[in-house]
Nanobody, 125 residues
């Protein structure tokens, strides 16, 4: 089992940037990828980005290319999501999650196993 704890959310003005962090712990991390999702109230969870724990392969859906950058620091056991040019519609809860490496590059939430508690991002206009 993997434990994930998000941090870094908060209030930011439109056009600003924010970096979220996902602290990862547990076993068999080398067999996992880590993904970022976001979810607005009453809506489905939306895939943002995915990164391999071994190596640095990254994947983004077309809708998220350009403003979102996923990265990691394995020494710190942390995966990051750098967000730029933020818009009010980016105001949602962001989650990180783990997925078995063989599900690459899926953004289907059903292919992910363990989830963090989420961190709220609010973008003011």
């Amino acid at each position: 089992q993997v434990q994930l704890v998000e941090s870094g959310g908060g209030l930011v003005q439109a056009g600003g940037s924010l970096r979220l962090a996902c602290a990862v712990s547990g076993s068999s991390l080398s067999t996992l990828d880590i993904g970022w999702f976001r979810q607005a109230p009453g809506k489905e969870r939306e895939f943002v980005a995915r990164i391999t724990w071994v190596g640095d392969d990254t994947y983004y859906p077309d809708s998220k290319k350009g403003r979102f950058t996923i990265s990691k620091d394995t020494d710190k056991m942390t995966v990051y999501l750098q967000m730029s040019s933020l818009k009010p519609e980016d105001t949602v809860v962001y989650y990180c999650s783990s997925s078995k490496y063989y599900n690459w590059p899926s953004g289907d939430p059903d292919k992910y196993d363990d989830w963090g508690q989420g961190t709220q991002v609010t973008v003011s206009s």
